[in-house]
């Protein structure tokens, strides 16, 4: 017998085809907080779907599985699932319906009602085990299951959050306890014995504490002494250059290699000013992680790291490490920085009333790579790069005292250099460079050498776990396995990081530039608030080279593109001009 595949709009459940099984996609998640092997995961999730298609004689032909990414997270922007969201759309998917194993770990929150009208859209079913099949449209009951799972999600996830930042306060508080993050410039990590955990410790978990770092210690109470001696930051940051002495980048460049290392910064000073750390005792909830609404309320959050107000800060109850600063000098250090931007009568200077420079954090100096900064001179605004003589002496760089480059001559050349990349005439060839540039060779290489980090992660361990066995000193090769884990860790994440990325095809990427219209007109038309947001969505970067009075523009558009791109799934790379 020969049935055509005919689908209607809003079917619900799979059509039935003689001799033929039915054909399911699977979708299942799983994420760091959820401290499970991803493999483990995928297996029970997808046991779990089998378990309930195969009696009625369905068959999973394509997987879309989630991995490290928070159930937070909407679908538009999760790899996987924005990939199954495409594929709905094509008449010859491949499959009939999805089949989802565990709803807690697809949908949170309202995902569901937002998610689902796409199904029944494109006559797509959706089966869970949790209404025993395909989620009916029209039944009031599916509704109210998938909706309260989503709100057991969200529940489950704010339940985490709440216990482990209570556990991490009470550590800090009580113990005083090191709770991870890299040292203060000043102090380095030493092992502080096993984790009091068991199972933690079995796995050779260590504690770790601050100790003074006797090459940097001594640079951090000299900051103390001139700043109370009546020295600026500026002039503090100028001496220790001029002197030789590393910056907190230069000196570990391991944990900072995205941070410049030329010289002191005047950030760098007040950081140190202000870190209650060098008294002693341990602080921690000096910032959180915030979740802000994105314009598309179906595009959900991102996350911001914000400062808390200092009367949130968890101190310890006494000294968890050795000062290197008093009380009394801290106290006196935080007393003259907050009189600082006062007047004599106590009253805070008024703030220059704000300019909207819309290249803002976008360009940077060609001699130094610093980012230039807006100023605003002849009733115009500019951008300028100052640099200390004592940082060039030191950097042994040729750098003038002040760079300066007028923003309407940049945006002069800019908008026309978008017209021409975006016109007709030359879409193909650059749709066709954004397209390669997400196979880049550096990508492929770190990729690679993250694997072999893995590889030779896992070798030693069984090696160590094997000399444990044999009867080696616990502490020692405890330590080994610690440092081994921590290495491995780091590789995971770069790997996840490179791996994660979702490419897109030419065609893919021609029907969202299409989509995005006339971007000369757009730049013209729009204020200058909205021109930055479209610059940083298309991810531009630009680079003055004061020497030949020239500027490189790189448009690296960011995945993101939830302003420019409603889909918010662009993620092409790289455009180049002059």
């Not at 924005?82 to 089949?99: H, I, K, N």
């Not at 314009?295 to 000294?319: C, F, M, Q």
């Not at 009380?327 to 920085?337: G, K, P």
């Not at 975006?422 to 397209?435: C, D, G, I």
Request: aromatic letters at 8%; a positive charge.
């Amino acid at each position: 017998m020969t049935t055509d595949r005919k689908f209607t709009r809003h079917r619900t459940t799979p059509p039935a085809f003689d001799d033929q099984p039915l054909r399911f996609a699977f979708y299942g998640r799983v994420s760091t907080e959820d401290q499970q092997d991803p493999e483990a995961s995928r297996a029970w999730q997808l046991s779990r779907s089998r378990a309930l298609i195969e009696p009625v004689g369905g068959q999973v032909v394509a997987e879309f599985f989630d991995i490290g990414l928070s159930r937070s997270l909407p679908w538009k922007r999760r790899p996987e699932a924005s990939r199954l969201l495409a594929a709905l759309r094509d008449p010859r998917r491949g499959f009939d319906a999805v089949v989802i194993g565990e709803p807690q770990r697809a949908f949170y929150g309202n995902q569901f009602g937002l998610t689902f009208p796409l199904f029944e859209h494109y006559g797509v079913a959706l089966w869970v085990p949790e209404v025993g099949g395909a989620v009916d449209p029209g039944s009031d009951a599916h509704d109210l299951v998938m909706a309260l799972y989503g709100g057991m999600s969200k529940g489950e996830r704010n339940r985490i959050k709440v216990r482990v930042r209570s556990a991490m306060a009470a550590q800090a508080a009580t113990e005083g306890r090191f709770l991870g993050g890299r040292p203060p410039y000043g102090y380095r990590l030493v092992d502080a014995g096993p984790h009091p955990n068991p199972s933690k410790a079995a796995d050779g978990r260590r504690l770790h504490r601050l100790e003074p770092d006797p090459l940097t210690a001594p640079f951090v109470r000299r900051i103390y002494a001139e700043y109370l001696a009546g020295n600026g930051i500026f002039a503090i940051a100028e001496g220790l250059t001029r002197d030789g002495v590393l910056s907190p980048s230069a000196y570990d460049r391991r944990r900072n290699p995205h941070r410049t290392t030329t010289a002191w910064s005047k950030s760098a000073i007040r950081v140190i000013l202000t870190n209650p750390r060098y008294t002693g005792r341990q602080v921690w909830n000096k910032q959180r992680k915030t979740e802000i609404l994105i314009d598309d309320v179906a595009l959900g959050h991102e996350t911001k790291l914000r400062w808390n107000p200092t009367h949130e800060w968890i101190y310890s109850g006494g000294l968890a490490h050795e000062p290197l600063i008093d009380d009394e000098t801290f106290a006196r250090v935080q007393t003259l920085i907050a009189s600082a931007g006062r007047r004599p009568d106590g009253v805070m200077k008024p703030r220059a009333s704000k300019r909207n420079y819309v290249l803002s954090g976008l360009l940077r100096c060609g001699i130094c790579q610093r980012r230039m900064t807006g100023s605003f001179n002849n009733d115009r605004n500019h951008y300028r790069c100052t640099y200390a003589a004592e940082y060039t002496d030191a950097n042994r760089i040729a750098h003038p005292r002040s760079v300066y480059v007028r923003e309407d001559h940049i945006l002069e050349q800019l908008h026309p250099w978008l017209a021409r990349a975006f016109s007709p005439s030359r879409l193909t060839t650059t749709v066709q460079a954004m397209a390669d540039a997400q196979h880049d060779d550096v990508d492929q290489q770190a990729i690679k050498a993250a694997r072999e980090t893995l590889a030779t992660c896992a070798t030693r361990l069984d090696r160590y776990r094997a000399a444990l066995d044999s009867g080696a000193d616990p502490t020692v090769v405890s330590r080994w396995i610690a440092d081994v884990q921590a290495e491995q860790l780091t590789a995971e994440a770069a790997l996840r990081r490179l791996t994660g990325r979702r490419t897109m095809s030419p065609d893919e990427i021609r029907r969202i530039v299409e989509a995005l219209g006339n971007i000369t007109t757009v730049l013209r038309d729009a204020d200058p608030g909205d021109k930055a947001l479209i610059y940083r969505e298309l991810g531009l970067t630009l680079t003055y080279r004061p020497t030949a009075r020239t500027v490189s523009a790189q448009a690296t558009p960011n995945g993101s593109c939830t302003r420019l791109c409603p889909r918010g799934d662009l993620n092409p790379h790289a455009l180049y001009g002059h």
